[in-house]
C-alpha cells in the first residue's frame, strides 16, 4: 500500500479512538499536491522557450512564496503534534505513576477496567501518532528535495533538531518506549499498526534503546551518561533532550543533588550542546530509571547507594556551610 493511503486510513481510524479531534497532523496530501505544481512548473521551465518565456515569472514567484510558507506550516504542525505528543505522554505516565486520589479517579474514570492495560493501550496509539508524522513528515522533506533538487528538506531537518521539535526525538518517546518495554517484560517490543518495533540493549559495553520504524527509519537512544560515561542512573532529561544521571548533572550545574537540578543558575550550560536556560524544567525520566532497576539489578542498587553517600556528604558540608560562615567562625 502507497504511504498516502496508509496515512489517510490511519488518520480516520484514529479518530475512531481516543485521541483529541484537536490534535495536529503533517498535512500530507494537501503538501504533496503543492509539491506536484512545483514539479510542473520545473518542467515547464525545461521544455521549450517559448512556453518557458509565457510562465516564466508568475509560475517562479509563486514557487518562492510558496517555499517559505510550506516550510513555516510544517513547522507550525511539527511543533503542535510535539507539544501535544508531550503534554499526552506526560499525562499517561504520571497515571502509571500515580497513586492515591490521583490514581482512584483515574480508575472510576475508566470503569476500573484493567488499568495496565487501557495505560499501555493509550500508549501504543500515541507512539504510533508520533512515528506515524514522523514518517509522513520524512517522505514530504525527501521529495521537496526531489522536486526542486535542493538540500532545503534536508536542512531544515537539522532547523526541527535545533529547536527541539524533532518528531522521533521527544525524551517522552524514550519515556513510552521504556514504558512498554517494562509493560512487555521483552527486550524487543513490535508496535502492530505501523509495524514498528523498540527494542533496548542495557550491559557496560553499550546501553541504548532502538526504534525501527518503516521507511527503513532507525532511531538509537544511547542511554550512557556523557560525564560518568556509565549506563544512566535516576535519569533527567534536560530542556535540549540531552539525558544524564541526576547526580551528574548537578555537579555540571553546581548544585547540590538534594537541592535539584532547578536550583541551578540560568547561565548553567548542558554539557553536550553547551545551551543555556536548561536546566530550568528538568524531566525526571521515571519509566528509564524503572527500566534499568529491573534489567540490572546490581548496578542500580550499587548506584543507589552512591548517590545516597554523596547526599550525605554533601548535606553535612551545606549545613556546615550555613552555621559557620554567618557566625564568621570559619
Ligand atoms: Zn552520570
Ligand atoms: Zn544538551
Known sequence: MKFECAFKEYLQEER?????????????????EVLKSCQSCKQLHNSSDSELDQHHLCRCQSCSSRDEKFFSEL???????????NSRARQILHLHTATGMKSYVWRLSHCFKNDMQALEQEGRILIEYIAMNAIAMRKILRKYDKVHNSVNGENFKSRMLADHIELLHSPWLIELGAFYLNFSGLDDCE??????????VLNIAEAKMTLRLPDSIKLEYHLTCAICLDLVFNPYALGCGHIFCKSCACSAASVMIFEGLKAAGRESKCPICREVGVYSKPMQMLELDLLIKKR???YWKERLSDERVDMLHQSKVYWNMQYTHPTGLM
Not at 479512538?17 to 503538501?31: F, G, Q, T
Request: with cysteine; hydrophobic share 35%; aromatic share 12%.
Open 16 to 32: 475512531e479512538w481516543m485521541l483529541d479531534k484537536k490534535c495536529a497532523h503533517i498535512e500530507y496530501s494537501r503538501l504533496k
Open 191 to 200: 508496535l502492530d499498526v505501523i509495524c514498528g518495533h523498540f527494542s533496548c
Open 75 to 85: 513547522m507550525k504542525e511539527a511543533s503542535d503534534i510535539v507539544g501535544y505528543f
Open 296 to 298: 540490572c539489578k546490581h
